[in-house]
């Protein structure tokens, strides 16, 4: 690469954890497409980034978090000064940074500034806090610095500014995502009525996806459907609650937990359902929701991030106002009880079909990267 015409994009993206390695995967395949890549990772694991081009290449650092606080904010601090280390050895030739992250990058990001880098920040979601907090007082106070040193603020849709209360940097905002489908991986290998009486959820079992409310909204449910089953896909740090709540309801036989879903199984999985649900509190745009989309599996979804903007209640999908037990329970009944839910599903997979192949994708990556001085 030649000196005087540095052409180099940096993704910069730490901690990793096992529900993000799809996301960064996928990043990395569309700007590889467009540059020179070179990614630097906060994690050994290199398994998700075989066969990818060989304009990409990888740079990933050992990390794991440590068990006391000191110990955390340790590591993570070391783990920065490796990441700007790298950014340093790499300034001649690389001269734009795409964090893709949620928590903020200070550091990395000031010396970003420094080694004269033409800065983007990516936000796959945002944190959700306490607002009463120190930690959260200290993310805000953190995002606000990133967000003025940055150049440019990506998010996934328009809608985010407001959802996200960034009206402020609005001036600063582009609009893209890294989603992208394998249409021979995610399709429908077995016809909507042709499956068994069976919903679910997949994803992170964590307190900000609110699957606890749709543990909640079980009895309701399942009384309603005698020969209904469920499925809870997932790992994380609600875990032991789910089982516990289960238990306390006596659902256990009816609920199947099968752990963590690797993104092989996916299509297999979601090929089961007969609706998948979306109970979340804050998103940005769910992989999940479009591969069960592309799977021709109707998704019933809170109306956050950019959820909106690809699920339309009764034509694509189905939208439920909030995650409470009652409102799930009452829009789980009103899907599977929906004479058009064949014709949904299809209109669902017909429109990710149109709006997330690797193509189309790579044109507005290319267009944001390309036009910007």
């Known amino acids: 690469m030649s000196e005087d015409n540095p052409q180099g994009i940096a993704v910069v993206s730490f901690p990793i954890i096992t ?4 996301p960064i995967s996928n990043l990395s395949s569309i ?23 060989n304009s990409l290449q990888i740079s990933a650092f050992p990390y794991q978090s440590g068990s006391s ?5 340790f590591r993570y601090n070391a783990l920065q000064m490796r990441i700007i280390s790298k950014l340093f050895s790499l300034r001649r030739d690389y001269k734009k940074i795409i964090f893709f992250m949620e928590f903020p990058p200070v550091l990395p990001m000031i010396f970003g500034k420094i080694f004269q880098y033409r800065i983007y920040w990516l936000l796959p979601s945002k944190i959700s806090l306490s607002s ?8 805000i106070t953190l995002s606000k610095i990133c967000y003025n040193l940055c150049n440019n603020i990506i998010l996934y849709s328009p809608s985010l500014v407001s959802y996200w209360g960034l009206e ?5 905002v582009l609009i893209a995502h890294e989603h992208f489908l394998n249409f021979r991986t995610f399709t429908v290998t077995t016809p909507l009525p042709d499956r068994p009486p069976l919903i679910g959820y997949i994803g992170r079992l964590s307190e900000e996806k609110g699957v606890q409310h749709f543990v909640q909204a079980l009895p309701i449910i399942l009384s309603t459907y005698q020969d209904l089953r469920v499925l809870i896909g997932g790992n994380g740090q609600v875990e032991k609650a789910i089982e516990a709540s289960l238990q306390a309801e006596k659902i256990t036989a009816r609920v199947d937990l099968p752990g963590w879903i690797s993104h092989d199984d996916l299509p297999k999985y979601l090929n089961q359902l007969r609706l ?17 989309m592309a799977c021709g599996t109707p998704v019933l979804a809170t109306p956050v991030g950019g959820v909106p903007d690809v699920l339309i209640d009764g034509e694509t999908g189905f939208i439920m106002e909030n995650n409470s037990p009652e409102c799930i ?10 004479p058009d ?3 949904i599903a299809e209109d669902g997979r017909r429109f990710v079909e149109e709006h997330f192949t690797f193509k189309r994708t790579v044109e507005n990556w290319k267009e944001i990267l390309q036009n910007i001085d």
């Open 276 to 292: 998948l649900v979306l109970p979340s509190y804050t998103e940005g745009l769910p992989n999940i929701m479009l591969e069960a």
């Open 132 to 139: 009463e907090s120190i930690l959260s007082k200290v993310t």
């Open 19 to 22: 529900a993000f390695t799809t």
């Open 168 to 172: 402020k940097y609005c001036h600063k």
């Open 69 to 73: 606080r000191i110990r955390q904010i």
């Open 329 to 338: 329970a009452e829009n789980v009944i009103r899907a599977l009880n929906s």
């Open 31 to 53: 700007i590889s497409a467009i540059s020179e890549t070179f990614v630097i990772l906060g994690t050994p694991d290199q398994i998700y980034f075989q066969n990818l081009s």
């Open 341 to 343: 839910l064949e014709r």
